[in-house]
């Protein structure tokens, strides 16, 4: 298991690897991606994104469960669960739009915080990775507004 102070650069790098928007950068550019990212612990119950804050940074989970709700007037809430390697906040930072859900701790969680500016540095470096983000969201079929 992961917890505070037990993952290494080289533990960041192979789990940016395979989380799919970052899964074609050199190992230098995933470098630079964990040195510049924050690794960050959350008790089980604690939100980590609240539905209509600003959106000033994205997720990768490392280890943990999280729920992801989206509540719209007259509707009951959407919810959908994700775990570990799931990347997400990235509707906010990549559309200027404040966040699309709130999500909740099911578990410790341990996620790397990945702040906007970082990002977009990534992104000006590197083009297609902002490519590969849309498609995640594409693919992943949200259709919030």
Excluded: W
């Amino acid at each position: 298991r992961y917890g505070r102070g037990l993952v290494s650069i080289k533990d960041e790098i192979s789990i940016l690897r395979g989380v799919a928007p970052f899964s074609t950068l050199d190992n230098k550019r995933l470098k630079l991606l964990a040195f510049m990212s924050t690794l960050v612990d959350y008790n089980t119950g604690a939100t980590v994104v609240k539905q209509g804050d600003a959106g000033d940074s994205v997720y990768v989970l490392i280890d943990g469960r999280v729920e992801a709700s989206i509540s719209r007037p007259g509707e009951a809430p959407l919810v959908c669960e994700m775990g570990e390697h799931a990347f997400f906040g990235e509707i906010a930072v990549m559309r200027g739009r404040v966040r699309a859900a709130t999500v909740t701790a099911k578990t410790h969680l341990v996620v790397l915080k990945i702040s906007r500016n970082v990002l977009q540095e990534m992104i000006d470096a590197e083009p297609e990775l902002g490519r590969r983000i849309e498609q995640h969201i594409e693919k992943a079929g949200y259709t919030f507004s």
